[in-house]
C-alpha cells in the first residue's frame, strides 16, 4: 500500500514542509504537535494546559481520520524539561487509561517556539 497523506480537520497547519499525517500500510503517522490552538488561541504558559491542548489536537486528528486514543500504539514526547515529567503523567494519563501505548519521552534541547514545554508525536493503527 502506497503513503497517503489524508486531509485533517481540528488540527493546526504545519508550520514548515510537513504533513500533519501520512498513512501507509494501516498505519497512521502523526507528526510532533506543540500546543498551538488551531482556532487561535492562546498557548498556556504551564506544562498541564499545553499538554491538555497538544493531546486535545491529536485527538481532533485521530477523529478526522475515523480513530481514537485506543488506536494509537507509539507515542514519542519530547519535554523541554524533564523535570515536568510527573505533571506530564498526570494528564497524558487521563487521555491513555486502559492499555496505554508505548512510549518514549525524553528532554528536547529546545522545542519549535517560545515558551513550548511538551510535543507529542503519534503512531496508530488501523
Known amino acids: ?52 491542548l497538544v493531546l486535545e489536537n491529536i485527538g481532533a486528528i485521530l477523529g478526522s481520520l475515523g480513530l481514537h486514543y485506543t488506536d494509537v500504539v507509539k507515542t514519542t514526547v519530547f519535554l523541554a524539561d524533564i523535570g515536568d515529567f510527573s505533571a506530564f503523567n498526570q494528564v497524558y494519563a487521563g487521555y491513555f487509561e486502559n492499555e496505554p501505548p508505548a512510549r518514549t519521552t525524553v528532554q528536547a534541547g529546545a522545542l519549535p517556539g517560545a515558551g513550548l514545554k511538551v510535543e507529542i508525536d503519534v503512531v496508530a493503527a488501523r
Open 1 to 52: 500500500m502506497p503513503k497517503t497523506v489524508p486531509r485533517v480537520a481540528g488540527a493546526p497547519p504545519p508550520v514548515g514542509p510537513y504533513s500533519v499525517a501520512t498513512e501507509a500500510n494501516g498505519f497512521v503517522f502523526i507528526s510532533g504537535q506543540v500546543a498551538f490552538d488551531p482556532a487561535g488561541g492562546a498557548t498556556p504558559d504551564d506544562l498541564r494546559g499545553q499538554t491538555k
